[in-house]
């Protein structure tokens, strides 16, 4: 790992302690991600010294990085394996995909913006996240080469749940994402076994919309 100012490895320490423990994640996984991925460096420089506090950050082209508690519930609602491929749709500034990174063996990630998508690979490059595979296009397609998937997650809001996605889900995956209207939804985990799919509630939450053919219309 990159060497880092002493600052940010406190500010994150408590940044864990504070808003993810004591707000009831309990995944040791996923404890362990939050207290090693550098959020900062995901982050302009500009504003650096807030990437610690419990709130999205813009990250340029009206997207946002996502709040860690809702990196770190999303996370946990995965219920992640060290073995397991994961898909990410909404790669942003590649904050999620590394938490991801951090506790599976493979994470495929779709971003739909060009600057985004070549802005992120290089840091992906630069802190060595060489399990992470990056793709550019509309991800509510998904990425039927590499599926099934053992886990699922979108983070992007989108209108209704993608067929497609829950298609390339694997027989006892994981998928959760945000389902609503453009300005709030609901966090929804899907699990698909032999009895078909399960479908349950997180709670509220608010991210930019999923644009896509099975998301909302560009524009
Ligand atoms: N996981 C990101 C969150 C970024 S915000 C992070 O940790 O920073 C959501 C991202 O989803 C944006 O970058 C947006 O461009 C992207 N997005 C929206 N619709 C998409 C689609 N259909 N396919 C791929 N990416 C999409």
């Known amino acids: 790992m990159i060497k880092e100012p002493i600052k940010f490895e406190r500010q994150r320490s408590e940044m864990v302690k504070k808003h993810i423990e004591a ?4 995944d040791p996984f996923v404890l362990d991600a939050m207290r090693t991925v550098p959020r900062h ?3 302009s420089e500009a504003l650096m010294d807030q990437a610690y506090g ?4 813009p990250i340029g082209d009206q997207q946002t990085i996502s709040q860690p508690y809702i990196v770190a519930e ?3 609602a995965l219920e992640l394996k060290p073995d397991d491929r994961v898909l990410e749709i909404g790669t942003g500034s590649g904050y999620q995909a590394t938490i991801l990174a951090e506790i599976v063996f493979r994470v495929y990630t779709i971003e ?3 600057s985004l998508f070549i802005k ?3 840091l992906f490059d630069q802190l060595r996240y060489h399990n992470i595979v990056t793709r550019y296009s509309d991800g509510t397609a998904g990425w039927p080469d590499e599926s099934p998937f053992d886990a699922i997650i979108i983070t992007a809001g989108a209108p209704r749940i993608p067929e497609t996605l829950v298609r390339q889900l694997a027989m006892g995956g994981r998928m959760v994402l ?3 209207d453009q300005h709030t939804q609901d966090l929804i985990k899907i699990e698909k076994d032999e009895d078909g799919l399960h479908q349950s509630s997180l709670g509220g939450c608010r991210f930019v919309k999923l644009v896509g053919e099975q998301g909302w219309k560009a524009g």
């Open 23 to 26: 707000r009831g994640i309990t």
């Open 41 to 43: 460096l995901f982050i």
């Open 54 to 57: 419990d709130f999205p950050l």
């Open 74 to 76: 999303m996370t946990q």
């Open 112 to 114: 739909r913006l060009h």
């Open 120 to 122: 992120t690979r290089r």
């Open 178 to 180: 945000p389902v609503g």
